[in-house]
């Protein structure tokens, strides 16, 4: 018996520079009704045209009945599809979209069209006994979400869909 799964998180992303981030940073603030976090660079790429401790993307996490309409207006985009390659061994899954419009936010020509990636972290109650500062403890292997029932539960919650080839 599976016990029952919640959406922990759902990260949305977005990986551009410069004034092209500040208006995908609008978009995420949009959609998930949170301030977008930022991550710098490293270090210089100059074939990619970067600087270190330059800003490079925008994200946000999302938990609850937030994340989980996110996340139905983002499979909603995919029609419910996702290869079986996007889903991780440890029970989690992630899928892009390339235009932020599908999602049902208005177009604004000040800002333009992005495309972002979703990235969803399944876990079942209990899990934070692993992370926590206070006695931390092993997690034992029936607790943990596993890549067949994270795809179960993809295909039961969305009434999804697995394909074998990538779309």
Known sequence: ?????????????????????????KVLEQLSGQEPCFSKARYTVRSFGIR????????????????EEILERGLKVKEYELWRG???????????????????????PSIGIYGMDFYVVLSRPGYR???????????????KVTKEEAQKWFQTKFDGILTNKKN
């Open 52 to 67: 270190r401790n330059e800003k490079i993307s925008c994200w946000c996490t999302v938990r609850g009945a937030k994340a």
């Open 86 to 108: 996007c889903f991780s061994e440890e029970g989690n899954f992630g899928f892009g979209i390339d235009e932020h419009i599908d999602l049902g936010i208005k177009y604004d």
């Open 129 to 143: 006994v692993r992370y926590r500062r206070k006695q931390k403890a092993r997690l034992g292997t029936q607790h």
């Open 1 to 25: 018996v599976v016990s029952t799964q919640s959406t922990g998180s759902s990260g949305i992303n977005a990986e551009y520079g410069g004034d092209r981030l500040t208006r995908a940073s």
